[in-house]
């Protein structure tokens, strides 16, 4: 290894513990507390990785996030100047992402905030807007009808910005307001006698949420204009972010010399539903105002997103994904092998998401440049009270293709909103930080 890349590798490994535990970290910090999104990565954990690997490639940075979730790493990337792309399967992250990689005037998202108070207060209709299958499980009438205010009230703003800024406080006050439990991902109602008495509004708990977001947009475009990436009103490098499924394709020409992403631990139906999370907000949210090129039908059902997702669809045969996966991940290989009947129908289970993460890669690694560095957040599982091991599987996958481990990091998960409810939540204490450096 050269001194160059010796001492890179030193100062990523000087992190402190604190750091990468999260534990110095803020809910507010770069706008991550616009939506409650799951299993979000960490911004003070990401943000000194992204600082050392930016000073380490010593030229302007592009950073792609091929799972980009709630986005932090990308905002995380603006702060510092960089150019920046993500793409996701779900809609909510998109829109969500949109909204945090848009430059927002501030005088102008207060102006937003009074006018659209002004105009809910004056609603007196209670004419309920949107109409889908088990509305009155997930919804209250009541609930419903001031769902409606809010929608009619975004509806009028003309500018599609200020709408996408206004559909996040509404998707965040319908996870709260709505039937569905908030101590799980998955979709499961609360009890008849809790829903008769809980005291929820609609509109209060709107006019909270848009109250802060505004507040966490203005600091974070603060923040882009103290650091000087902002230039006639707008941010001075490239943010982008597009609706895409990784495993189909990168839709972008764009090439990158640094990707840090964070994928799915498995198939979300096991692990995280973030397409579950999504379902009832994206009921209210006009597709038009997310991304005109979304190809799934993420309505068809509650289960569409995440049936989409890495691992969530069964089209080849399990043999011929094994006889393929095997050859490039012989921990795989072992770990699925040593299960039979149904433990090991559970096991395809994990070789159907590592086939399609597998072919994900195989999509990204056109876009990385020479000496580019990619750093991934992966969590290991369990599965049939056996331990996946994510982590050396990912290493295999990427040693396939002759690129070695560059350095590894580990961390406690103290601050990742995880879920609670969940078996897969209950031996998941550690992630790895795990760099790669593609020379070739």
């Avoid at 299960?339 to 690694?365: P, Q």
């Avoid at 002759?402 to 031996?427: Q, Y």
Wanted: proline share 3%; with cysteine; aromatic share 10%.
């Amino acid at each position: 290894m050269s001194k160059i890349n010796k001492h890179i590798k030193s100062t990523i490994n000087s992190i402190s513990s604190e750091v990468l535990n999260g534990e110095n970290y803020s809910r507010s910090d770069f706008a991550r507390s616009i939506l409650n999104y799951p299993a979000m990565m960490v911004p003070s954990v990401q943000e000194p990785i992204i600082q050392k690997l930016s000073e380490a490639l010593n030229t302007e940075v592009s950073l792609f996030d091929p799972f980009t979730g709630a986005s932090n790493t990308l905002v995380t990337g603006m702060k510092y100047g960089m150019n920046v792309f993500g793409q996701d399967i779900n809609p909510l992250s998109i829109l969500l992402s949109q909204v945090k990689t848009t430059f927002y005037n501030a005088e102008e998202l207060n102006e937003l905030e009074i006018r659209v108070c002004n105009n809910i207060q004056n609603d007196k209709s209670k004419k309920i807007e949107i109409s889908f299958v088990n509305i009155n499980k997930w919804f209250t009438k009541e609930i419903q009808i001031e769902l409606s205010r809010i929608y009619r009230a975004i509806r009028r703003e003309v500018n599609k910005d200020m709408r996408k800024f206004l559909w996040v406080a509404m998707a965040e006050t319908i996870r709260l307001t709505s039937n569905d439990r908030t101590s799980t991902f998955k979709m499961h109602m609360r009890p008849i006698e809790e829903i008769n008495s809980r005291q929820v509004s609609a509109l209060r708990t709107f006019f909270s949420v848009m109250t802060k977001n505004v507040k966490n947009i203005n600091d974070f475009i603060s923040i882009l204009i103290q650091n000087g990436h902002i230039k006639n009103g707008q941010y001075i490098k490239q943010a982008k972010v597009v609706w895409g499924d990784t495993n189909s394709n990168i839709k972008t020409n764009q090439t990158f010399n640094l990707l840090v992403t964070s994928p799915p631990y498995g198939d979300n139906q096991t692990t995280v539903t973030y397409g579950q999370f999504s379902y009832l907000p994206l009921q209210w949210i006009p597709v038009e105002d997310i991304d005109n090129n979304i190809e799934l039908e993420y309505l068809k059902s509650t289960q569409e997103i995440d049936g989409k997702s890495l691992g969530g669809r069964i089209k080849e045969d399990i043999k011929i994904i094994e006889e393929k996966i095997f050859e490039k991940s012989n921990t795989l290989k072992k770990f699925v092998c040593q299960f039979k009947d149904n433990e090991r129908k559970k096991a395809e289970k994990v070789s159907r998401f590592i086939y399609e993460l597998d072919n994900s890669i195989d999509k990204m690694m056109p876009h990385m440049r020479e000496n580019s560095f990619l750093a991934w957040t992966i969590g290991n599982r369990n599965v049939n009270k056996k331990v996946v091991r994510n982590d050396l599987i990912l290493s295999e996958l990427f040693l396939f293709r002759n690129i070695d481990l560059f350095t590894g990091l580990e961390r406690d998960i103290l601050s990742k909103r995880m879920p609670t409810k969940n078996n897969f939540s209950n031996t998941m204490s550690k992630e790895s930080i795990l760099i790669y450096k593609k020379t070739t």
